[in-house]
């Protein structure tokens, strides 16, 4: 179970925060580039106001990618299985590093931009098809654990992207086509690795009706002596199901029966994107600055906020199981809370005296604990607990869908906000992150060590009433 949670997250949520983390890095080399391709193609210098443009272009294409990438992952685990969607999504993996290697030999940025977008759509399907997988092989009592390893996966990712940014590495101007073509690395491990591993058991079971399969795969994650329990839970769903085929998204918006968990994954999943992370990363350069660090040294210093993640994605995996995903998310956006009221007095309060920009630098770090901690790990956790087999696929579309578009609203308003209100928008993020906090603490049960079915009983009387 601990390899295939491995081989999964390699080629899925791992690129995803690889590439978000990668982009950063070569930043500079890649405006310089676009100044000598333009000049060199039409014998005069690219305007500044292109260059911004198309650097957007560059940065923002992968989330428009991303976007495609949740509406295409759902249909693609149905069709080609959970595994097969997996496989099939590192050859758009592999594409997207040769275009994206070759941009700068040939002159073509707009290799760069082709290349970018397609890397988006791999991390979509990713980020929709690794949970599913996850969740669907995870035994009850290991699935919080387990379902964390997305989250593991992203967070590695981040630090891994920007370790390997570091100039020292290959965040030097000769080598960042290399930086960006390195994701096609992740693609090659899973295609070596994945395919050792069975299908899904409940796809194989529910979705093919292949019996034997379904009990050869159970056995292989399960070992001999306990599979037969898990292969008992996913008959009692397929017999709730009755045959009843998987749901599109357009389905699932006008079934009654998940109308809460529909509403929750939608607030949790905008929640996560709008808590106020962004804005943790964008001040951070300038805390350190202002605490005396150099220049030269703060992207080491910046290190130190995706280790964090990666800490706490650890931490909540070690934990989930448990005490349990309610306390862990609700602590984590109570949290987010304070931290962000400390940050907001901090901030005003800068220049009053020496110590207070360690304060600031202490609650960053705070702050993105807190996040690792709850949101940030246990959202795509619950996504997957929430729903029964039919309605998973669409379930994460939906979800993927609203986060790559909270992801690209945010990339796009959050300048505006951070120049209008300064500091203060912190208190924007406070007032979110409390208000989610008090929406699980009314709505969400607990879901550890219930099954797929305890937990839609438990939704049946927000669903219908308390006469139902």
Known sequence: LFLAVCAVGIGGTFQYGYN?????????????FLNESWTSRYHEALSPSLLTFL???IASIFSLGGLCGALMGGSMAIWLGRKGALLMNNIIAILASILMGISFPTGLFELLIAGRFLIGINSGIGICVQPLYIGEVAPKHLRGGMAMGTSIFLTGGILTGQIIGLRELLGGEAYWPLLLSSSCLPAFAQ???????????????????DELSCAKALKRFHGSPEYRREMEDIQRECSALDGEKPKTPWQLFSDRGVKWQLITVIVMTVGQQLSGINAIYFYATYIFEQAGISPE????VTLGTGACECLTALTCGLLIDYVGRRYLIIGGYLLMTFWSIVLT??????ELNSWVPYVSMAAIFAFILSFGLGPGGITNTLTAELFIQSSRPAAYMIAGAVSWVSFFTIGMLFPFIVNGLKQYCFLVFLLECSS??????LVIPETKNKSFLEIKKEFHKLNFGRNS
Request: proline share 10%.
């Open 436 to 441: 989610v906090a008090a929406f699980i603490f």
């Open 191 to 209: 295609l070596l690795f994945l395919p050792w591993f069975p299908e899904s058991p409940r796809y194989l079971l529910i979705d093919r009706g």
């Open 20 to 32: 978000v983390s990668i982009i950063n890095a070569p930043t500079q080399h890649i405006h310089k």
């Open 55 to 57: 650097w957007s272009v």
């Open 297 to 300: 040294k703060i992207p080491y």
């Open 345 to 350: 007095f901090s901030l005003t309060y800068q």
